[in-house]
């Protein structure tokens, strides 16, 4: 099934942002040395991705599904790029997330401290901020972390997936304050020559770079 893009939806893909994880809180995640040694490999890993790309595809809980490109260049720039028939984009230039849509003719602008994906893009991820880690579990190949934004800027939590021997994050699963479900997978997700500055760019009449 063709998904047919929400904002929503489309902002799903903003939650990749929340890996910023913090050590486990023992409230939540029962403490151990091996739980702590996966949190901590996957910390190390993410915060090495300075520039990516890879192809993605999220789907929601009904099986509508949407496909597209993405870059990450940290610090502070990130595109999600549908492919058509969504006609949403979505580019961080550093300061502002912005979400377009050139068959509506819309054009949103948010500063980027006021999303989770601010965490992700910050030039060192951060320890002593971020996600409390509520679950951490093993998978024949891989592993996947559980958290919660410690901060109160989303609700919900996120499950982010992990293959094991090279690590690889392969995507993640949100489930959002009104416990509706968004899954992302990863498709080849590699490290890139920094892209121009152009491609997290976009203005009112340009939604291209």
């Not at 819309?106 to 500063?111: A, C, D, M, S």
């Given at each position: 099934m063709v998904f047919t893009l929400t904002r929503r939806a489309a902002?799903?893909?903003l939650t990749i942002a929340m890996p910023a994880f913090g050590p486990a809180q023992p409230a939540l995640a029962a403490p151990s040395a091996a739980n702590d040694a996966l949190i901590a490999r996957a910390i190390a890993y993410l915060d090495g991705l300075s520039s990516v790309e890879g192809r993605f595809t999220q789907a929601d809980a009904?099986?509508?599904v949407a496909t597209g490109m993405l870059w990450l260049a940290r610090p502070g720039r990130a595109r999600f790029q549908y492919d058509p028939p969504s006609s949403y984009l979505i580019t961080c230039d550093g300061t502002t997330v912005i979400v377009s849509d050139s068959r509506l003719k819309?054009?949103?602008?948010?500063?980027l401290?006021?999303?989770p994906l601010a965490i992700f893009l910050a030039q060192h991820i951060r320890l002593d901020r971020g996600a409390h880690v509520t679950r951490v579990d093993r998978s024949p190949g891989g592993f996947s972390i559980t958290a919660r934004d410690s901060r109160g800027l989303a609700q919900g939590e996120i499950t982010l997936y992990f293959l094991d021997a090279p690590i690889r994050l392969t995507g993640w699963v949100v489930i959002d304050a009104e416990a509706r479900m968004t899954r992302v997978t990863l498709e080849s997700l590699k490290p890139v020559t920094t892209p121009a500055a152009s491609l997290f760019i976009q203005r009112p009449d340009v939604t291209e770079p």
């Open positions: 902002l799903s893909a009904k099986g509508a819309t054009f949103q602008r948010y500063p401290n006021s999303t």
